[in-house]
């Protein structure tokens, strides 16, 4: 990045604003001659431009100095993180029940998995200390991103996730299995692995439960999240007549969440629209916190010899104009 050292001594450049007005309106240096005009056509039209050259070579080079004297400088800051902070495993559902449109997002009715990439990523963003993997899931759950501090990245990925992408089912077990597998052996003080799904489990050898036993025993802390409305929810889908609105039964298995949550020391939460399922982020947000120090350092790579040099040059450049072929006539 660059900035000056001392911004403050750019005021000057105020003076220098006028002295330039007043030395482009005074008269030029001249002697006192009776039959002015033969000398004028004597001269050109360029002589009154001629004859100003000095002073914007002046200007030039008292605006270099103003500017060398404001100390400009590049510098970056590199940053000592002595904590790992908090691991966190976000095990997402992309089944085909997460298109249902009873999320709304400014007003307007989105999928589920809409509403929940745009919470996920805020949610992301707050968390820069913080290692963060993402789990994919569906039929089969699958790593979509190990555990990073690249938040560009994760969001990105994020923002790239599709409905089906791990098939239409929801094999609950597999995902936090998987999840707990890229948390073990850890060192962070705080490793926690948040589970969201609008579904039941129906798909994969390992039950929620198993999974969730198993995590545990690596001292990991489980959230669980349902998404989905109350009541029937909205879909879209097409038939010979083009796209029209059906409203399904979505079947959320709050039982086996809470469960799921229970055994792994963490929480259930119900989100049944964007402003609760934001909220339930906040509050995973505001409990899982740990001290990380950081010590930042600041490289500084000085540029006023940049603005100085090239000063001096104008101003022998100037004087040498001036006591040469640009000499005044007292």
Known sequence: MFHFAYPVVLILLLPVAAWFAYALLRKPVGITYSITSKIVELAGQTGDIFHRIPIFIRLVCLILLVLAAARPQFFNVSRDIRSPGVDIILCLDTSGSMQALDFELSGKPVSRLTAVKKVVSEFIQKREMDRIGLVVFGQEA???????????????????????????????????????KRLKDLKAKSRILILLTDGRHNAGELSPEQAAEAVRALGVKIYTIGVGGYGPAPFRVRDLFGTRTVYQQVDLDETTLKKV??????????????????????????????????????????????????????LGLELTLKTTIMRGIP
């Open 142 to 180: 699958f790593t979509q991103a190990p555990l990073t501090l690249d938040k560009g990245l994760l969001m990105g990925l994020v923002e790239r996730m599709e409905i089906g992408m791990a098939g239409d089912m929801t094999a609950i077990g597999s995902a936090i299995a998987i999840g707990g």
């Open 261 to 314: 949550a229970e055994i792994g020391n963490g929480q259930y939460f119900r989100a049944a629209d964007s402003e609760k399922l934001s909220e339930i982020y906040d509050i995973i947000d505001k409990e899982e916190k740990a001290e990380v120090k950081v010590k930042e350092f600041f490289h500084f790579r000085e540029l006023y010899i940049y603005f100085l040099i090239p000063a001096l040059i104008l």
